[in-house]
């Protein structure tokens, strides 16, 4: 993702657009592999979903693998807005719940190599759907919400976003429910 990709935010004097990149350097190949999974899950499944999960916005992104480094470099648009505090947190709480946690979503990727032998055959890739994943750190800084801040230009309304990508993970909706205890435990 380029910046030039972001969201673009008017005002009277100058459009600006903004973007976050993280480095995340794993001490493993295999949580490199799982990390980039993981990633190409979410991407396709939010990009068909128009970054959206449930009713909660998930910015836009794109990432890089190094395997030989175990590096993973992610590209986030920035979502412009205020972490839910413990105040608005209990607001969203069903939001939440219904849209991350309770979620029945089916992840779709494709896998298989792409080969022709002939004109009339088509690309050797299946489906393969995965039920198991989501994300799994509901920790109120995780959490954005627009409030009044207004949508950016062509940008589909949105009232909360979650932006901890790298996040998303295999869990069960049990493991999920067991997360989110967490975030009802910051409420007051």
């Not at 592999?33 to 794109?62: V, Y």
């Not at 395997?67 to 505090?85: A, D, K, L």
């Not at 309770?102 to 759907?129: C, H, M, P, T």
Request: one cysteine or more.
């Amino acid at each position: 993702m380029k910046v030039s990709n972001a969201t673009t935010h008017v005002k009277y004097y100058a459009s600006h657009q903004m973007m976050i990149t993280k480095l995340q350097t794993f001490n493993d190949l295999k949580y490199t592999a799982g990390a980039e999974k993981s990633l190409r899950l979410l991407q396709l499944n939010m990009e068909k979903n128009d970054w959206f999960l449930g009713e909660i916005k998930i910015p836009r992104f794109n990432y890089n693998i190094n395997f030989e480094t175990n590096q993973v470099t992610i590209y986030s648009e920035y979502m412009f807005g205020t972490q839910i505090n413990p105040l608005t947190a209990r607001e969203f709480k069903d939001t939440i719940y219904n849209s991350m946690v309770s979620n029945e979503q089916s992840w779709i990727y494709q896998e298989g190599i792409q080969f022709l032998r002939s004109n009339d055959e088509k690309l050797k890739i299946k489906a393969v759907k995965e039920k198991d994943y989501g994300f799994k750190d509901y920790t109120l800084e995780n959490f954005i919400i627009r409030g009044t801040k207004p949508l950016g230009k062509d940008e589909p309304h949105w009232d909360i976003a979650y932006v901890d990508i790298e996040a998303f993970c295999g869990c069960t909706k049990d493991d999920r429910k067991k997360a989110f205890k967490f975030y009802e435990g910051e409420m007051m």
